[in-house]
């Protein structure tokens, strides 16, 4: 295994259709028998090595870094999901490399690593090899988040967790410049929800003019439509009404991450957790409350644009109005 990792794939004199055989034979043997921590055949040393060398002349081409990474990612899931529910857990790979509690500088480099590969999957070009780097990179991207998700599990106390890892992306958002097309790849991306709906909770407080000390809730969604007013994006000229746009796709994914979140914490229940998330009497909304919040929006979105929102932004605010009342508003 780590012939094929070393001299093969991550040769950067290796021919790409040999690259390719040798991620197959390490994917294939990963199926039939995984490694563990004493087997493994990478080290975060390696994975630090390939990551770090993206801006030089040692730079590995980016199909090159995404097999290498599927792959290691495939051994922390498979590794992971082995010993979840033994004994063992404390001795899986992704707990001695992804630990927040023990190896949270590691996590911080993925972080690093995912900002750095976001921004260039947005890179300028349309020739079919910047294509080709570009839809590389969005797979990168969602690798990283992979190892970003067992991050929020690996100690078993999400609760935990799941902050402190928000509060290192939103210093990493506020550090970078990022655009919109950056930003909804980021929250897009991501593939937990309790991290996802942590980050949007942070940074749409953080557009609120008044802060609340509501804890999340879906009283506190309606707190951000009628509150929250996201920044200009260099990229929208003429077009203000964009921001109202992301707005209303960061309230949708607000949401869906928090009710899923909060669905899979009451199915996972009898297992110990740390901190508690429960629904709370500032989950049931009244039918008056979803619509004062939904005009109170488009009356805010008005003022700024100095005229209606597109249509298509006012159907899928209306949509979320609705979905609201059926599902959360009172029978």
Known sequence: MSHLLSDILLDPLCPQHR?????????????????DKNSVAWSWELVTSVMSNQDDKKRHRPEVVRMFLEYVVQTLQDDFSNKKSTSEFHHSIAKTMLSCNQHFPQVRDVIQWMFSTIIKSTANGESGEAVREREEHIKIVS???????????????????????TQELSSMLVSTELNRAHRLLLLDSMQNNLLRYKLLE??????????????MSLSRLLYFVENCTLAADPTDGSESWKKWEELVHHLWMLLISYNTAMKEY????????TGAMVYKPEDVLTKADICKSLEAFLRRAKADVSQALP????????????????????S
């Open 19 to 35: 690259c390719v055989q040798a991620w197959n034979l390490l994917m294939r043997a990963q199926r039939h028998q995984s490694v």
């Open 202 to 215: 942070h940074l749409l407080d953080d557009s609120c003019p008044l802060k609340t000390p509501m804890p």
């Open 143 to 165: 690798s990283l988040q992979r190892m970003l998700s067992l991050a929020v599990e690996v100690d078993r106390s999400p609760a935990l967790s799941a902050p402190k890892l």
């Open 311 to 330: 249509l298509h932004v006012e159907e899928s605010l209306f949509y979320l109005q609705d979905l609201l009342l059926e599902v959360y508003g009172p």
């Open 266 to 273: 009451l199915n996972r229940s009898a297992s110990k957790q």
